[in-house]
């Protein structure tokens, strides 16, 4: 039985767990889907997976071992029935844990867009019977365990940097310029920078006046490979937290792949101050590089 299926007669078997993730949904949906990451969130506070199958498809096995904090393994095995890339999975499971009451039920997960760019991820598990669901909540903590892994997912989610790759019908010399000289910076990018030099130890700084708060930025250059990357740490005066922002450049012909990455956003805190929630940043990258620097590169080679 799936969502769309459900009923009121299945009210006294279901459990439903939803949590609003302030990251886009293809962001939340690899983190679901990629092994590398499941393993990093899944389960409550405390317990370790580990992932023996995961064929996320229709038909495909997924088989994990569950570890709580005392060392008490929870073996599951669940089939997939539906997987809509990148709104919804569905699954039947079986598991539990040595002399304890086995589980089986089938779990609906429904990723959904809201606010723009966040996700609301719904859990929906429906048991065979009422007390089918009984014994999962008391013996396996089922809802706050649903609770504590979507907090871990949230934990995961914001310490995910944030990529933006586009190419830009410009060549490499071009794009490398229009990101190290500090008039061109001006023209496409922040505010005034104080200065401006593609040399590691180089600390320049702007400032950006938003929603009536003025915001100080810091920057100090790390990394430079001439034509190739560039990074700097990048810090909120009287604000916690230090960033990355790295730009690297890919010749590809007589066009340019850039892959911009700004990583560490979670050290701002953002869950106390919702103007360095994550969605602020891949709104703003996504129009400076995508938008404002390609047009920029791209009108002057015309």
Not at 211 to 232: M, S, W
Request: proline share 6%; net charge neutral; charged share 25%.
């Amino acid at each position: 039985m799936t969502t769309n299926n459900l009923s009121e007669n299945t009210a006294d078997r279901e459990i439903v767990i939803s949590r609003v993730f302030d990251a886009p949904r293809e962001l939340v949906w690899d983190a679901w889907t990629d092994p590398k990451q499941v393993v990093q969130w899944w389960g409550p506070r405390g317990f370790t997976t580990t992932i023996e199958e995961m064929d996320v498809r229709p038909g495909g096995v997924w088989k994990h071992v569950m570890r709580g904090p005392d060392g008490t393994e929870f073996p599951n095995k669940s089939i997939f029935k539906e997987v809509t890339k990148p709104e919804r999975i569905v699954y039947s499971l079986g598991g539990g844990k040595k002399g304890a009451p086995g589980v089986h039920f089938e779990t609906t997960w429904t990723f959904e867009i809201v606010e723009g760019n966040k996700t609301r991820l719904t859990i929906h598990h429906v048991f065979p019977s009422a007390e089918d669901r009984e014994t999962v909540v008391k013996v396996y903590g089922a809802i706050e365990g649903g609770k504590q892994c979507l907090a871990r997912l949230g934990e995961q989610l914001a310490q995910t940097p944030v990529v933006i790759e586009r190419t830009f019908n410009a060549p490499i010399e071009m794009v490398w310029k229009a990101i190290t000289d500090k008039d061109q910076i001006f023209k496409w990018s922040f505010g005034d920078l104080t200065g401006f030099k593609p040399e590691v130890g180089f600390k320049t700084e702007f400032s950006v006046r938003h929603n009536e708060k003025d915001f100080r930025h810091l920057l100090t250059i790390t990394d430079v490979v001439p034509g190739r990357k560039l990074a700097y740490t990048w810090k909120y005066a009287g604000h916690p937290g230090d960033s990355l922002v790295t730009y690297e450049l890919f010749p590809e012909g007589d066009k340019t792949r850039i892959k911009l990455t700004h990583s560490g956003l979670e050290t701002f805190l953002p869950e106390t101050n919702p103007d360095y929630a994550r969605g602020n940043f891949v709104m703003g990258w996504t129009s400076l590089i995508g938008t404002s620097l390609k047009d920029f590169v791209e009108k002057a080679v015309n």
